[in-house]
């Protein structure tokens, strides 16, 4: 009988240790739920979408005592859905806007992932993870 009590102490810790680990490791547990930018529409496909973590980057300007007019911009309809100021930017240059953007901002808080690489932000594994949930 005594051993049977022991076995149980033992084995329901553990089984709610890993229960839990296994619930903090997925995504969303951190607000780790990637959304990709839409905007603007990609003809040329030479790279996977970049998918970010919407949520992080929300709760980071929060800490900072900042809101979503830091990326969104305010239109006569309200908030806009995408990015920045892209619309206003002529077409052939919204990418180049983009890339400055995004790359200006981690380097200026030294925040996020550094930013050496293309595939650190335009990810064949992340793109296909998301492409199926967005």
């Known amino acids: 009988m005594q051993e049977k009590h022991i076995g149980l102490r033992i084995i329901l810790p553990c089984l709610l240790f890993l229960t839990f680990g296994l619930v903090l490791s997925s995504g969303e547990a951190y607000g780790e739920e990637r959304i990709p930018f839409t905007y603007p529409p990609f003809s040329a496909k030479k790279m996977p979408p970049v998918f970010f973590t919407h949520d992080q980057h929300i709760a980071y300007l929060a800490d900072k ?63 296909s993870e998301n492409a199926a949930k967005n």
């Open 65 to 127: 005592g900042q809101d979503c007019t830091t990326c969104h911009h305010m239109t006569d309809e309200g908030l806009a859905e995408s990015f920045a100021n892209v619309r206003n930017v002529a077409p052939s240059k919204q990418m180049d806007y983009l890339h400055a953007t995004c790359t200006e901002c981690h380097v200026k808080l030294a925040k996020g992932p550094r930013l050496v690489d293309c595939r650190t932000c335009h990810s064949e594994r992340i793109a």
